[in-house]
């Protein structure tokens, strides 16, 4: 049934109680005047991508941009971060449910990014019950009893919440404007910071939030731009919306100044995203031949062209006076010791890597390892809140050949059997409703789904042969997925998988792994499974 409130959105679910608490007649009017205003510039954005990717399909490769030398070699700074702000040694990731919320805040951890975007899968009770929640956080009223009768409540001094709001790609199709479904992320954002933002400010705080996928410092000014509007729009200071970008997609690594320049009063900082950065790098590079990566357990940090990603982002943010935040660990805590032990030294490992090359703080999937990267970074800040006073000066230049040296390790056929077990255990999950999935001890979300399957593609693609000698081919591919969805199904028993909806998983991993045009993301036809 349709509903229409507003006098130019429709919208095509009907409200019931829950809807009533986010959606009433007032933030619909702002989340209107957000639409109206922003959504043909947002389109002209994502015409602005395909036009871009396809020079790169074309034989470009990416590079810095030489109209805006200036931004970069011009002196100046970021606005500021607020006091709540700059400590943010180990962050905290994960969906906006009611109970994750909860233990996400009280974990040893300074901020909580509450997620509409990756480990969302958004239907739209998921996204509603996520304002709630969020709404009920910043008002320190969120409870959660379960079916045992264990109450989860807050504790007296959680975690800085900010908001991850979907990127700039994905609609909120249960809402229309001229017909079409609007920004996911404006529908988003207007409602997180309509409903908290005056409650924030009296304690404190702020409407703060991480923006995902950005691939152009236009996309930034045109967050900025939306910023600004709801700050105009409330009577607010400028710069009172605080933001973090993610550095998750090869183009913006060439554009780090730019975006913090023309987000300039709003941002804080920027963030390694590297698992979607790594599938970034395949899809955009993916008619290169020569930029085929091997598996997924091979490209870590370590590599030359991550490891010039992160140096580089850590002396572009310290130089304006912003955060470089580090990456996700995506290692979930083990209940066998030894199992346990192995994930905790991995951890520590790539916790001090980032740590040691000056990042100002860093990610974890599970509370359960919080403690280990708080140790981490406690050891190398001292008393200090961060890491801005680590400048890198005595870097050398790095340039376009390194961000983008093609990447050594082997191709197998288990690390192609394990790509294809988690990228459709993920869908399956994503499809149910489900965007943040534990998968053989690692936390899986879109991102690493993406590498899984675009890495098939791109292996497919370009004829590449696995270690074994065996050529990587449509009918391979075919033939190994027939074979893996039989051991997920002795994994997850057969009650599990027949209630489940692992069939139109694997026919939907089936279509975007062998069809011949990548799918930009995998959440885009995931979406119309989802209600």
Request: charged share 25%; glycine share 6%.
């Amino acid at each position: 049934m349709r509903q229409v409130l507003a006098t130019q959105l429709t919208f095509m679910k009907s409200f019931h109680e829950a809807e009533n608490q986010v959606l009433s007649p007032e933030s619909i009017d702002f989340l209107e005047s957000l639409v109206v205003e922003f959504s043909d510039r947002r389109k002209k954005l994502l015409e602005d991508r395909i036009n871009w990717q396809k020079k790169i399909d074309d034989g470009t490769l990416p590079d810095f941009i030489s109209e805006t030398l200036s931004i970069r070699e011009d002196d100046w700074k970021i606005q500021g971060i607020p006091d709540d702000l700059k400590d943010r040694r180990v962050e905290i990731t994960g969906p906006v449910e009611r109970k994750m919320v909860i233990n996400a805040l009280n974990a040893n951890v300074k901020v909580f990014m509450a997620d509409f975007e990756d480990s969302l899968a958004p239907a739209w009770d998921k996204v509603i019950d996520g304002q709630i929640n969020l709404r009920d956080a910043v008002n320190g009223t969120i409870s959660y009893t379960n079916e045992q009768g264990k109450r989860y409540e807050l504790k007296s001094n959680p975690a800085v919440l900010i908001a991850r709001v979907r990127g700039l790609h994905l609609s909120e199709k249960h809402v229309l404007y001229k017909n079409e479904p609007i920004s996911g992320g404006l529908f988003d954002f207007a409602l997180y910071f309509y409903l908290n933002h005056q409650k924030l400010l009296e304690k404190g705080s702020g409407p703060y939030f991480y923006l995902p996928k950005i691939q152009s410092y236009h996309e930034a000014q045109w967050w900025s731009d939306v910023f600004s509007f709801a700050e105009s729009h409330f009577n607010l200071p400028k710069g009172t919306i605080k933001a973090t970008v993610l550095i998750e997609t090869l183009p913006a690594v060439f554009q780090m100044d730019e975006i913090l320049y023309h987000l300039r009063h709003h941002i804080v900082g920027l963030n390694c995203g590297r698992w979607d950065y790594i599938f970034s790098y395949i899809k955009t590079l993916k008619n290169h031949p020569d930029r085929v990566l091997p598996d997924r357990q091979s490209v870590t940090m370590t590599q030359p062209f991550l490891s010039a990603y992160s140096r580089l982002l850590i002396k572009t943010c310290h130089k304006r006076g912003a955060f470089a935040m580090g990456g996700m660990s995506a290692f979930i805590p083990s209940k066998d010791p030894e199992q346990n032990q192995q994930v905790l030294n991995k951890v520590r490992a790539d916790k001090e890597l980032e740590a040691n090359n000056g990042h100002d703080g860093t990610w974890v999937a599970h509370p359960g390892l919080a403690d280990i990267a708080m140790t981490v970074f406690d050891t190398k800040l001292g008393e200090y809140p961060n890491q801005l006073s680590v400048l890198r000066e005595e870097d050398e230049t790095i340039t376009a050949e390194q961000l983008l040296a093609p990447c050594s390790g082997e191709r197998t056929e288990e690390g192609m059997r394990a790509n294809i077990r988690v990228a459709v255990q993920y869908i399956e999950a994503w499809i149910s409703g489900n965007g943040c999935v534990p998968i053989y001890g690692l936390m899986e979300d879109a991102a690493t789904a993406e590498i899984s399957r675009t890495s098939i593609w791109q292996w497919i693609r370009h004829k590449k042969s696995l270690s074994n000698g065996r050529k990587v081919t449509k009918a391979l591919f075919r033939e190994m997925l027939k074979e893996e969805l039989e051991i997920i199904k002795q994994e997850v028993g057969e009650q599990h998988f027949s209630q489940g909806r692992f069939m139109e998983a694997s026919a939907l991993m089936e279509r975007i792994t062998t069809q011949d045009e990548l799918i930009d993301f995998l959440t885009l036809p995931g979406y119309q499974l989802l209600d």
